[in-house]
């Protein structure tokens, strides 16, 4: 008969009890001790795991301690092999992590890839590691799949990873690798349990009905209930392709298991096989060694280059990325280390690690374990209820003091009376959920019901500070050894800062860079790191880096400990952060959506990051291949920020401008002369676009005319526009103005009859926006916008006036932010500054014309002086084209029309020219 006999039948009579019958609920509990019985008449030992779990790290470590296996076949990624070794120079929690940022085989734009498969001490593969690393003779072997076969296997829309929430930011986007998860893939499943468990969330069933009552059992009987809790939720999961995907890992695992012990010629009964209790009763017809199925073949790899590292993890960062309960990692490893404690067990830590004390265990020679008979555990074990510890009232009386403590300390108003009824309400709740004794989460459901107030003091809120009182946040750190040469690079060269790196907190540094100009290099580095680390681990609180400005003194705020992930993975991109930065800069003008900003942005960077001008003139030369590409002028207010500041930083600081701004001046010139036409009339071309390419046109156009270009095309370009819109229609009057194609007179009519048309004035505020706008290339056109608004407000009685001030403000609020400070100093120059002024103050527009001057007498040494040498004027008029007779005379010199005329215009000349002969 089988081993389960006894339990087949007992949950046969309990499926016809509760169905009526033998249905199909018969068939799923059957199969269920078959799957059992399977997996422990394996010839391989095959150990069911949850990950982070403390009952499955406690039997672990019995288990290695009793029997002492020579191979370990765990359920890792099998490239992660290497990184165990460097384990020893970190403190858990940390991550295993596989990174690529250049891809070939996957979709394009799907990097950067990352996976990531963390640890904690808690953790029973941690303790297989920890035990195969530090006892002579015993091989570790990983058998699942590779990282890259992680993304080759995922459906196309899973493979964009989701960012984690919380303190996920440890982990990023990558996308976690778990052994043993151990969580029903029914969603009415784990809501049943879930309520009629009496519990808020999974976690706590988990650690109710799992953890506590396997936490003391035997290796047989944990053996046996991970086995069967693994097979109820495999059958009544969903299926689909999460558990397709599934079917694949584990015959690549057997696989793996099968080529290294035909390869090593190891005994089945001297290993050990780690996977999950999902895993390990599976149904491919690859499971087991006497398999009998066709050879699985595994695909190969793609040719995607993958680095790998460690990062540091934390509790929150698991709980986040696997969807587990806020502080259920932390609650696993208070209870991991008060199991241990309580129970005499030492457990396995790698030797030299960081954060654990030392402990030396002694290691018996390793020999293979006797065949053991499978002995029925379940049927008890099921039937009997679970032995529950008592009342401890000294611990649970120590939470609640602390815990009122913790919260004083924080803002809350809580006193020795809510320390008692936090403790009654433990009591009650474990009562009403049918526990002997309270545990963590009735303790923070009773702390949350009578602390917790409306409104949160401070930062934490009283579930945060429970989670912290019962073993808090564990962060890990990666240590310096096991660091990338990239991050040992940064750590070594901000040593002079003289700060930590390996603290969280943040800290401040001061560099006074002329009292201490070794310095300078700290100085650079730190904004090299600003434009690679997310905001807020490098923030400079004084001191700025523009072009043509270097600060003396610097203030920085730095949190690199908090980010050292993110310095681990830069590792992953080069060998310091400058080649990184230049990597990037390079990737970021490449890209297809990259415009002509976006590259002159990249050569600002270079030079004020980079220093040199190779790379500046590289990208230099990207961005003026694409501005001629450009089919559109969104980007030209940012193109004409950029070069303006970029040319007067080389005119400042070298002798010439480089070759690359030449070209990029005559080729803008010509490509926004081509575009201007269609862009007045375009209505998705904005008047902000359409102002800067003016103002890209006319300020450059000396050079642009020096380089070889032709003014023609500007004007041209200015005749050929015909828009519609209103402030459009501004800004080509202004640039009509500007080359002498409209008087000022005639526009300054043309608005005075804009004003006197009742149907016009509506619209009136965008043809001021478009005045505005034109600041920008025709900065002369302040008093003119100072005029036009001045009349409009004088002239303009309230009642058209009150509902226009509206559009006018948000018109120029929307339109020109940064020019609205030219008119408010052109008023201020135009305004009286004193109310005793203004009584007798005239606007400039208002004044009558000057009267003429008054001519001199006709002769003088003027005079004299052409009929005497008409030499010179004769040469200067052969020059201009001009033919002309002199008269007899110095008197009909002076009396002559033009001359008059010009004499009575400019007096001063005259009599500068007198005082220089008389004096």
Not at 487 to 510: I, K, N, S
Request: aromatic share 6%.
């Amino acid at each position: 008969m089988s081993t389960f006999a006894a339990l087949r039948g007992q949950l046969l009579d309990a499926a016809t009890a509760f169905a009526g019958g033998p249905d199909a609920l018969s068939e799923i509990l059957a199969g269920l001790v078959d799957d059992v019985d399977r997996a422990l008449r394996e010839e391989l030992e095959i150990f069911p795991v949850c990950h982070h779990s403390p009952a499955s790290a406690l039997a672990m470590t019995r288990r290695l301690r009793d029997r002492q296996p020579k191979v370990i076949y765990l359920e890792l990624c099998e490239d992660l092999r290497p990184l165990l070794e460097e384990l020893r120079n970190c403190r858990l929690p940390v991550a295993l992590q596989a990174f690529a940022t250049e891809l070939e085989g996957f979709p394009p734009g799907s990097g950067p890839l990352s996976v990531v498969a963390p640890l904690t001490e808690a953790s029973a593969e941690y303790q297989a590691i920890a035990y195969a690393l530090d006892t002579p003779g015993v091989e570790l072997v990983l058998v699942d799949r590779s990282a890259d076969h992680v993304f080759q296997w995922l459906p196309q829309e899973e493979a964009e990873p989701v960012a984690a929430e919380h303190d996920g930011d440890l982990h990023g986007d990558a996308v976690g690798v778990e052994v043993g998860d151990l969580r029903p893939r029914f969603a009415e499943l784990e809501e049943h349990l879930l309520r009629h468990g009496k519990v808020r969330h999974w976690s706590e069933w988990w650690d109710q009905y799992v953890e506590q009552p396997l936490a003391g059992a035997d290796y047989d009987t944990y053996r046996q209930a991970m086995a069967l809790i693994g097979s109820l939720f495999r059958r009544l999961g969903p299926g689909g392709e999460r558990l397709a995907g599934d079917e694949e890992r584990e015959r690549h695992m057997w696989t793996r298991i099968r080529e290294h012990l035909a390869v090593s010629g190891a005994d089945p009964a001297t290993c050990l096989y780690v996977c999950g209790a999902f895993h390990a009763v599976s149904t491919v017809p690859e499971f087991g060694l006497a398999a009998d199925a066709p050879a699985y073949t595994i695909t190969p790899a793609t040719a995607t280059r993958w680095l790998y590292g460690l990062i540091p993890s934390s509790h929150s960062a698991i709980e986040a990325q696997f969807g587990l309960a806020q502080g259920s990692v932390s609650i696993a490893a208070a209870t991991w280390a008060k199991a241990t404690t309580r129970g005499g067990l030492t457990p396995y830590r790698l030797r030299g690690q960081r954060g654990t004390r030392s402990r030396t265990t002694p290691v018996r020679a390793a020999v293979p374990a006797p065949a053991e008979q499978v002995t029925d555990r379940l049927s008890g074990f099921l039937v009997t209820p679970p032995v529950l510890d008592g009342l401890d009232e000294a611990e649970l009386r120590g939470w609640c003091v602390d815990l009122v403590r913790l919260a004083r300390r924080n803002g809350y108003l809580a006193s020795t009376a809510d320390a008692i009824a936090v403790f009654e309400t433990s009591i009650l709740l474990a009562g009403l959920r049918n526990r002997a004794r309270p545990t963590p989460y009735d303790f923070q459901d009773a702390a949350v019901t009578c602390i917790e107030k409306d409104v949160v003091p401070g930062r934490r809120d009283i579930r945060r500070l429970c989670e912290i009182l019962l073993g808090g946040d564990r962060i890990g750190e990666v240590g310096y050894d096991a660091l990338p040469p990239l991050a040992r690079d940064v750590y070594d060269r901000l040593e002079p800062l003289g700060l930590d790196p390996g603290r969280r907190t943040q800290q401040r540094a001061l560099l006074d860079l002329r009292a201490d100009p070794e310095l300078v290099p700290c100085s650079d580095l730190l904004w090299v790191l600003r434009q690679l680390l997310p905001e807020g681990a490098v923030r400079p609180i004084m001191g700025a880096r523009r072009l043509g400005e270097r600060p003396i003194q610097e203030s920085w705020d730095l949190a690199i400990g908090r980010h050292q992930r993110s310095i681990v993975e830069l590792g992953y991109e080069g060998v310091t952060v400058e080649q990184v930065l230049e990597q990037r800069l390079r990737r970021k003008v490449r890209e297809p959506q990259a415009g002509a900003g976006v590259a002159l942005a990249a050569v600002e960077d270079a030079i004020l990051y980079l220093g040199g001008r190779r790379f500046a003139d590289e990208l230099g030369n990207r961005a003026v291949e694409l501005l001629a590409a450009e089919r559109t002028v969104d980007d030209a207010p940012e193109v004409l920020r950029r070069i303006r500041r970029l040319l007067a930083h080389y005119r400042a600081t070298q002798p010439g401008l480089p070759a690359w701004c030449e070209a990029f001046v005559t080729a803008g010139y010509a490509h926004y002369c081509t575009l201007l036409p269609t862009a007045f009339v375009d209505e998705d071309t904005g008047v902000r676009q359409v102002g800067a390419m003016l103002g890209f046109l006319f300020s450059m156009e000396s050079l642009a005319l020096s380089l070889g270009c032709d003014r023609v095309q500007l004007e041209l370009a200015v005749r050929q526009a015909h828009p519609q819109e209103p402030a459009k229609m501004a800004l080509l009057w202004a640039a009509q103005t500007q080359l002498g194609l409209l008087s000022q007179a005639r526009l300054r009519a043309r608005c005075d009859e804009l004003l006197a048309n009742p149907l016009v004035i509506p619209s009136f505020p965008l043809y001021l926006s478009g005045f505005v706008q034109a600041l920008e290339p025709f900065p002369a056109l302040a008093p003119f916008v100072v005029e036009v608004l001045s009349k409009a407000f004088a002239r303009l009685p309230d009642e058209v006036l009150l509902p226009w001030l509206p559009t006018l403000i948000t018109t120029l609020r929307r339109h020109a932010l940064e020019l609205v400070p030219v008119l408010v100093r052109e008023a201020g120059r135009t305004f009286p500054a004193s109310l005793a002024e203004l009584d007798e103050w005239v606007a400039p527009w208002e004044r009558p014309a000057l009267s003429a001057v008054p001519a001199r007498p006709t002769g003088g040494p003027v005079a004299g002086l052409l009929a005497g040498h008409p030499q010179a004027c004769d040469a200067v008029a052969a020059l201009l084209g001009c033919v002309g007779e002199w008269p007899t005379s110095a008197v009909s010199i002076a009396a002559a029309p033009a001359v008059g005329e010009l004499l009575t215009r400019h007096p001063a000349a005259t009599g500068a020219v007198a005082a220089l002969l008389t004096g």
